[in-house]
């Protein structure tokens, strides 16, 4: 069965930094891009960028490039998101989603990982 | 790279049928029939309805149905349920690896 599990919610302080995480299982996690998706509270679902977890190629939105790293580490089946110094609009509902092999579309999403960035 | 525009909402009673439109522009939606939508329940994470277009995914109701013209992308739910009340999102590939979502429609059954 393919999963994909992220790590559980985060509460920080503005100007902290973050890593959250997302573990394939099922599948052949090197195979498929992950994207991240942002959805702030109350809001739509917004693409963040994508990794390609077998050379960990990266491309972002031009709203979040330079905002936001995404990374991967292919020995432990997992994708990141991260930020240097969270800001109280970080605030929101994240999700990974898995893109389809050879098709445009996320086929497996994870569960989402809520950050709050309060002071 | 703006959003993709969706209504914000829409209903309809059971077993009606509706429509939500998508709008892109030529470089997303109109250069592509890479078009995905999502159906999301509240607290919930996103589903996948609908992909290239008019190709539903196992498992999905043939109640589902999608289309497109120029650059605007349509799902159609045919016998509307109370189950089907969420919000929906299409979702356009823009080229150069990059995609771009829709602002979200929800949609309530009467």
């Known amino acids: 069965e393919v999963q994909l599990v992220q790590s559980g919610a985060e509460v920080k302080k503005p100007g902290e930094s973050l890593r959250i995480s997302c573990k394939g299982s099922?599948?052949?996690?090197?195979?498929?891009?992950i994207s991240w998706v942002r959805q702030m509270p109350g809001k739509g679902l917004e693409w963040m960028g994508r990794?390609?977890?077998?050379?960990?190629?990266?491309n972002y939105s031009p709203s979040f490039q330079g905002h936001v790293t995404i990374s991967a580490d292919k020995s432990i089946s997992t994708a990141y998101l991260q930020w240097s110094s969270l800001k109280a609009s970080d605030t929101a509902m994240y999700y990974c989603?898995?893109?389809?092999?050879?098709?445009?579309?996320?086929?497996?999403w994870g569960q989402g990982t809520l950050v709050t960035v309060s002071s | 790279q703006s959003a993709l525009t969706q209504p914000a909402s829409v209903s309809g009673s059971p077993g009606q049928s509706i429509t939500i439109s998508c709008t892109g522009t030529s470089s997303d939606v109109g250069s592509y029939n890479l078009v995905s939508w999502y159906q999301q329940h509240p607290g919930k994470a996103p589903k996948l309805m609908i992909y290239?277009?008019?190709k539903r995914p196992s498992g999905v109701s043939n109640r589902f149905s999608g289309s497109k013209s120029g650059n605007t992308a349509s799902l159609t739910i045919s016998g509307l349920q109370a189950e089907d009340e969420a919000d929906y999102y299409c979702c356009s590939y823009a080229g150069s690896s990059l995609w771009v979502f829709g602002g979200g429609t929800k949609l309530t059954v009467l």
């Open positions: 989603a898995r893109r389809h092999s050879y098709g445009y579309y996320f086929d497996y």
């Open positions: 290239e277009v008019s």
């Open positions: 990794i390609d977890p077998s050379d960990s190629y990266t």
């Open positions: 099922g599948y052949s996690f090197t195979s498929y891009w």
